[in-house]
Structures are given as structure tokens and as C-alpha cells.
């Protein structure tokens, strides 16, 4: 066994973290956890701390599920693989598949193709609505449009999407034909509109426009999220998602609600869809759906697309594409049991409660602390924090105070994510008032030293 010196030196030595700088990463080693219980994760100092980013976002049922942890064991011990490829099939990914089905009936998604995460899960979305419209006769149609500050992951498909400099800059060229329009995003925008149905409208237009200006016979889908999540945590403002929807709908659109984060009742509904009161064509799920105990995800269709495909010719209707882990069985064993738990422990009325108890308690200390330029959230247990040092200009609060202010709420015993100048939350969805009021406890005396 290597010790915690070892560890601590050797972090990022041999080992790049994802969205970090090698040397920065080798300069100030994280965190290194270790152990967890319940909604709190442990370090190598012995620290104990409540996760507030939910692993990744993902981790909705915390970390002591034991139905979930015996699932997989046993799955482990009758058949810990077999390939879903043509050809083949396993138990767990029938189950799976039927009760997502059922789950997801309000949205209307009847088939499901199994991933491993979620940009796989935006890539097989955008494959298949290319194929999609192939099979329609429409081969022109390849073109996507989403929204700035999105976020789909980093396959070249789902960076192509993605609506955010840095994680494009460096992997351009990106996928031709990706168009994005503005953010509906009330605290900055191009606009200049802080009014949300105006600015609603402003975006709705460019997405009109967008899409009547490439000719909507060039245009294969659209993808947003239903509250864009690692882009800054934006809530769209009411009936936005719906009318994108109908807008889509009139020009033969196809709509992709990416669904990775909200998927699983983290909105305080069960899906960001339902939410927003909207069937979309295709969803992608992750995340939520194995709560981070496995590596999985898929991407869902409407019976109209599924029909499209069960109908084609053998040439047009053939699914080219798949991973080695498509309907993993281990994977389809934990989300199985995942869905039971969701649904038992009703997450969604958690994260609703607790997340108005978050939302609410960051208000009131933004009326204390200047440096809280903006609150957002207000929808299940996603919220967040953008600070600044003028209010008025809306100046980012520097790096350095940002890595302070990170450090005391980590003293105080909460794990935050920082991304620039904004501080992102998203704890487990079974996560107690308690510790709710531990969280905003931690947040002022991490505003405090600034
Ligand atoms: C909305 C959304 N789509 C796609 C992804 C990519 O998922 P993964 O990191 O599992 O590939 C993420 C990840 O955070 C996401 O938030």
C-alpha cells in the first residue's frame, strides 16, 4: 500500500486530470478522497465533508445505497459481461430498457440505446438524428443548432455543440456545420435584456432566424438542456423550452433535450422535460440514471423515431454505431436498481424541497455579502453562485479569491466546484435539511474572508 505522503505527491504525476492544467494540478494537489458515507466524503487528512457537487452531479442517491452496491455484486457474480452488439443479448438490459420505458411514458421516449456516459450519449443522439432523416429522405439534413453556455460533454460531436470557449478553443477544427444562439440567460447577454419574456423572445427569434437562414431543409436537430448546468447554472425563463420545442416542431427539427444532469428528478421533477411541460423527439440520459456507482447512460427515442427505424429498409435503417459497453450488464444491474430507489426515496420531492431551502438561504445571504452578484437556481437541487467585485460592471472576482473563498467553505466542511468565478452546487438528492443549513453555514464563512 502506497501512503498518504506517496499520494499526495505523486497525484498528478503520472495521472492528467480532465479540465485541469498538468502543472497547476502537480502545483496544488486536490483533495485526495478516500472513503464516504452517506451524503459526506472523506480525504486523506481526515477530513469529513459534505459533497456538495454530488460527485459530479451525479451521484443523486449518495454514497451508502447498499440495494444498489448488492445489485451490482450479484450481477458481478452471474454475468459480469456480455456484448448487446447484433447478435447477442444479456437479461439486465430487457429489464432496463422496459422500465425506462414505463419511466419515461410522460415524455414519450420508447426505445433506448445504451452508453457508457453521457457524451456518449449527446454523440449517439446526434448520429441517430442524422440517420434519422437519411431514412426520411432528408439527407440534407445535418446541420445542429444549440445554445451558447450548453454544455454536451467532449466527444467531437458533443464539443461541436457545446457553447462554451474553453472547451472548444483548443480541439478546433469542431464538427462543420454547428450553430449556436444566445443564452436566454437574464444576468448577461448580448441583448442587454434583463426583462426574462423579452429576452425569451430575443432567443427564440435567433433560433427562428438560425434555422430559416441555413434553410430548414440543412437543419438535422436542435439540442439544449432544460437548465444548462455546467455553462453557469441558467435557468431558462418560464415557457422558453416549449416554445424552442414548437419552433423545431414547425420547421421538422428534431429536438434533443439533453438530459444528463436533469434526467433523474434533479430538477424537482423527474425530468427537465416534464418540467418545462414538453415531449422532445430524443433525450440523453447519464449520470443519475446508475448515481455514479457505474459508468452509464443512454440516449431515448419517441415511438415516431423508433417506428421510423423499425420500418426503413435493411441498407438505411441499420444502427452503424455502438460501444463495446452498450447494455453493459452490471451497468443495466445498477440502474435497475437505481430507478427502484429514485423512485422509493421520491428524489424528486427532495430535491425540490431542499433545493427551494438552498436556493432561498443563498438569497438571504446575498442581501450580507456584495460579492454575490447573482443567485441562481430556484429548480430542484441546482444552484449556484456567480461573484463579483462590482456589482454594477459585473467584474468576476479574481482567481485567487475564488481559491480562498473555496478553501474556508472547504474548512467549514462542505466540498464545493468552482468554475471561474462562480461556485456550483449539486449535492446528493437525499441530502437533509441539516445539512442544507450546514451548507449555507460553510457559504458565509467562506464570503466572509472576501
Ligand atoms: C448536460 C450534459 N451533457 C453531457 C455531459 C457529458 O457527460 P459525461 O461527462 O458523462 O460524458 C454532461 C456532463 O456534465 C452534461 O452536464
New binding site residues.
Given amino acids: 500500500m502506497f501512503d498518504s505522503n506517496f499520494l499526495r505527491e505523486n497525484n498528478a504525476k503520472f495521472n492528467w486530470h480532465p479540465m485541469g492544467h498538468p502543472a497547476d494540478d502537480l502545483e496544488n494537489p486536490p483533495p485526495i478522497f478516500v472513503s464516504s458515507s452517506g451524503v459526506k466524503i472523506k480525504d486523506i487528512e481526515g477530513n469529513e465533508v459534505i459533497d456538495a457537487v454530488g460527485g ?2 451525479n451521484v443523486n442517491l449518495g454514497y451508502s445505497n447498499q440495494k444498489v452496491k448488492d445489485a451490482i455484486i450479484r450481477q458481478l457474480d452471474t454475468l459480469p459481461y456480455y456484448s448487446t452488439f447484433k447478435g447477442s443479448s444479456n437479461d439486465k438490459v430487457i429489464e432496463l430498457s422496459y422500465l425506462l420505458k414505463e419511466f419515461f411514458k410522460p415524455e414519450g421516449m420508447a426505445r433506448s440505446f445504451f452508453t457508457s ?6 454523440d449517439t443522439a446526434l448520429r441517430l438524428a442524422r440517420q434519422y432523416h437519411k431514412i426520411k429522405g432528408e439527407a440534407n439534413r445535418t446541420k445542429f443548432i444549440s445554445v451558447k453556455l ?6 467531437f460531436g ?1 464539443a461541436s455543440v457545446n457553447g462554451n470557449t474553453r472547451f472548444r478553443e483548443s480541439y478546433e477544427p469542431l464538427l462543420p456545420g454547428c450553430y449556436h444562439i444566445p443564452s436566454p440567460h437574464t444576468y448577461q447577454n448580448p441583448f442587454n435584456e434583463s426583462d426574462p419574456e423579452r429576452l425569451s423572445n430575443l432567443c427564440l427569434g435567433s433560433l427562428e432566424n438560425e434555422i430559416q437562414f441555413q434553410g430548414s431543409g440543412t437543419v438535422a436537430a436542435f439540442i439544449m ?1 432544460p437548465i444548462q ?2 455553462g453557469g447554472l441558467i435557468v431558462p425563463p418560464d415557457g422558453f423550452f416549449k416554445k424552442a420545442r414548437e419552433i423545431c416542431a414547425k420547421y421538422g427539427v428534431l429536438f434533443i433535450s ?4 436533469t434526467g433523474f428528478g434533479r430538477s424537482g421533477e423527474w425530468t427537465g422535460s416534464r418540467l418545462w411541460d414538453i415531449k422532445p423527439d430524443m433525450m ?1 440520459v ?2 443519475g440514471i446508475t448515481s455514479g456507482y457505474f ?1 452509464y ?1 443512454a440516449t431515448l427515442v419517441s415511438e415516431e423515431i423508433a417506428e421510423t427505424f423499425e420500418n426503413s429498409s435493411k441498407e438505411t435503417g441499420a444502427i452503424g454505431h455502438g460501444y463495446t459497453y452498450t447494455g453493459h450488464p452490471v451497468g443495466a444491474a445498477a440502474g435497475i436498481a437505481c430507478l427502484e430507489e429514485t423512485k422509493r426515496l421520491k428524489l424528486k420531492d427532495n430535491a425540490k424541497a431542499r433545493g427551494k431551502q438552498l436556493y432561498e438561504g443563498l438569497c438571504e445571504l446575498s442581501k450580507k455579502f456584495d460579492i454575490i452578484g447573482d443567485v441562481r437556481g430556484g429548480k430542484g437541487l441546482m444552484t449556484g453562485l456567480e461573484l463579483v467585485s462590482d456589482q454594477s460592471e459585473k467584474t468576476p472576482v479574481d482567481n485567487k479569491t475564488m481559491a480562498q473563498i473555496h478553501q474556508k467553505i472547504y474548512d467549514s466542511g462542505v466540498n464545493v466546484r468552482i468554475a471561474g468565478h462562480k461556485i456550483l452546487m449539486s449535492p446528493p438528492l437525499v441530502i437533509s435539511s441539516t445539512e442544507i443549513d450546514h451548507m449555507l453555514y460553510a457559504f458565509s464563512e467562506g464570503l466572509s474572508i472576501a
Avoid: N
Fill in positions: 459530479l452531479w456516459g453521457g457524451s456518449d450519449s449527446v450548453g454544455y454536451h460533454g467532449t466527444h458533443g438542456e448546468g455546467a439533453d438530459e444528463v444532469i440523453t447519464a449520470k459508468p447512460g
